[in-house]
Structure formats: structure tokens, C-alpha cells
């Protein structure tokens, strides 16, 4: 089958559309032939090697397709069923084993480059809004990266509950599609963005702020955060925070800083569940509208990660090997 290969770190140029093996499931797994292939940043992450990896390597983990078989001991899934999934290694491909337990159903109606992208940057929205801080209605929350897949998802199902919703941004097309997503106010990332906030917000700050930016955004977040406010640090698009004194969180107002990470909060099937009917469901009914900004060929992964690292996308990114 062909796939993207990675066979040292380093950049964009390191991913290679090459012929590889076809997978072989265990008796617990499904393989599926692909139909769409989710890009995120955690992939960029680990081809420069911020997070392990062995090479080589086949990358990605998220995706959407029709099983072509199945193990032995699968007994929820059978060939023919239409999946998605957001924890498969080596996703960039024609083919590709996956787990049953991560394993789940695409409703009818939903098309391939949605389904694709829809799993991990909708449960990451749904677990920043439902388990990390539920905001109540009237209260004003800021999203950073508004116009990104997950930021123009949180900002939908924000607004939808009544949240004050105030966005980053970093032009006036990504400005639109955030307005158009639904936020209260929509601002541009530099030094005065705190002093913004607290103007708008009548000197106090914002209940939570989720940041999937990082380094040249946190000392913004805890700044724009209200005494005993949030700052959920879900993403390093712009690099990692750089180590950071406890001790400020007290002077800046009893804040909390949490790092949170999908993986823990679908810890069992049950809640890996929950989460994926809550946003297949909400797309399906048409409540939750994911933007899938840029469809690439499988065999220009490169230039999608290009384009993705540059800021040049807007929601989600999709590959497709066919």
C-alpha cells in the first residue's frame, strides 16, 4: 500500500510518500481501508521529535474509513461498517489497523473529510467544555486560535450554552469565520490583548481561557483570567511554555493551570463513547458545523504540515488517499 514515511525527525521534507507493507490486525483490531486521514498539530510534534518516536515510522492517528476485515475476537464491528478513530498509529495511509476499542461508529450523512477530522479536535473541545471548566451561561470565557479546528468548535458549542465567547485571531478572514462561529468579541494576539479582555469584561477577567497556543500566548492567559480563574493549556502550536514559578499563580489571583491531554479523558470505552456520540451526533443534526479548511492528496502530506505550521489553514486538515 502506499503511505507517508518518516525516517529521521526534522521538518515538512522528512514526510515520504513511499510503497510500505499492509498492515496485519490482531485478533482485537479491524483494518480499515481509508477514505480520509485527520491532520493535527500533535503530528507535527512528533516528526520533529518534540514528542519520542522510533523511526521509521508511518505518522498520524486520526481517520475514517470502511473495515475491510476483522479480528477474531471484534464482536461490535463487521466488514463493510463505516468507523472513525483518533488513536491509530501510522494513519497516513491506504490502510490501516485499528484498534476496536478506539474503534467508532460514523453516523449516515456524515461525509469522509468531517468524519475524519472530527474526532480528536471535537473531543477535545467537548472535554475542555464539559470536564476541564463548564462555564455557566453569561460567563465570558476567551478561545484562543479562534478560526483553528478547535477553536472554531469550542467557540459553536460555547455560544450555544450562552457563554460570553472572546477569540484570537490573527486576520480579518480568520476574524469572520470566528464571528461567524458565533464569538462576542473577536481580538488580535499582543501585548495589550489582556488589558482588552479586562476592558471588556468590566475589570475582571475571564472565567477560563483554553489555549492550544502556548509559549507566545500563556503569560496573556493568566493575565486576562478573573480571581480563581482557568487557564486550560491544551496545545503548543507556537512552542512549549517555558518552566513556570507556582508561586505566581497567587499573586495573579489563585489561578488554576491545568495540561490536559485527550487520552486521559477517554480513559474507557465508555467514555470514549459518550464523548464521540455528543459531536457525531451534534454534526449529524447540523447544531455543530466543522469547517474542514484544506483537502491535500495523501501524497502531499508535506505541504500540508507546510501550511499547517505556517498559520496558513483555517479548521481542520484533511488527507486524502484516494
Known amino acids: 500500500m502506499r503511505a507517508i514515511q518518516v525516517s ?7 514526510l515520504r510518500y513511499t510503497e510500505v507493507p499492509d498492515p496485519t490486525i490482531g485478533p482485537k483490531q479491524v483494518l480499515v481501508d481509508t477514505d480520509a486521514i485527520g491532520v493535527n ?40 461498517d463505516r468507523v472513525a478513530w483518533a488513536a491509530a498509529p501510522g494513519s497516513y495511509a491506504e490502510r490501516v ?34 470536564s476541564v471548566y463548564r462555564p455557566e451561561p453569561g460567563e465570558a470565557v476567551l478561545v484562543h486560535a479562534g478560526a483553528g479546528g478547535v477553536g472554531l468548535i469550542l467557540t459553536q458549542l460555547l455560544a450555544a450554552r450562552g457563554v460570553r465567547v472572546f477569540t ?9 469565520l470566528s464571528r461567524e462561529a458565533g464569538a462576542a468579541e473577536v481580538l488580535r494576539y499582543g501585548d495589550e490583548l489582556a488589558t482588552q479582555v479586562r476592558d471588556l469584561t468590566g475589570g475582571v477577567g475571564v472565567a477560563a481561557v483554553y489555549d492550544g497556543v502556548g509559549a507566545a500566548t500563556f503569560e496573556s492567559s493568566l493575565a486576562a483570567l478573573r480571581i480563581r480563574g482557568t487557564c486550560a493549556l491544551f496545545g503548543a502550536a507556537s512552542g512549549p511554555v517555558p518552566p513556570f514559578d507556582l508561586q505566581r499563580l497567587n499573586g495573579l489571583g489563585s489561578l488554576f493551570v491545568t495540561r490536559p491531554t485527550l487520552a486521559h479523558y477517554t480513559r474507557d470505552r465508555a467514555e470514549l463513547l459518550w464523548r464521540s ?40 486538515i484533511v488527507l486524502l488517499p484516494h
Do not use: C
Open 41 to 80: 498539530f500533535i503530528d507535527t510534534y512528533i516528526r520533529t521529535g518534540r514528542y519520542p518516536q522510533t523511526v521509521p515510522y508511518v505518522p498520524g492517528a486520526e481517520g475514517t474509513g470502511r473495515i475491510a476485515a476483522v479480528g477474531v475476537e471484534v464482536t461490535e464491528f463487521q466488514v463493510g
Open 168 to 176: 484570537t485571531v490573527s486576520s480579518d478572514e480568520k476574524e469572520k
Open 277 to 316: 456520540r455528543d459531536v457525531m451526533n451534534a454534526i449529524a443534526d447540523g447544531s455543530l458545523r466543522l469547517r474542514v479548511g484544506a483537502t491535500y492528496p495523501l501524497a502531499e502530506a508535506e505541504q500540508a504540515h507546510r501550511d499547517l505550521e505556517g498559520r496558513k489553514t483555517t479548521g481542520s
Open 97 to 130: 489497523a485499528v484498534d476496536e476499542a478506539v474503534a467508532v461508529p460514523v453516523p449516515t450523512g456524515i461525509d469522509s473529510p468531517v468524519a475524519a477530522s472530527a474526532l480528536l479536535q471535537g473531543m477535545t473541545a467537548h472535554y475542555l467544555i464539559e
Open 8 to 14: 529521521e525527525h526534522g521538518g515538512p521534507e522528512v
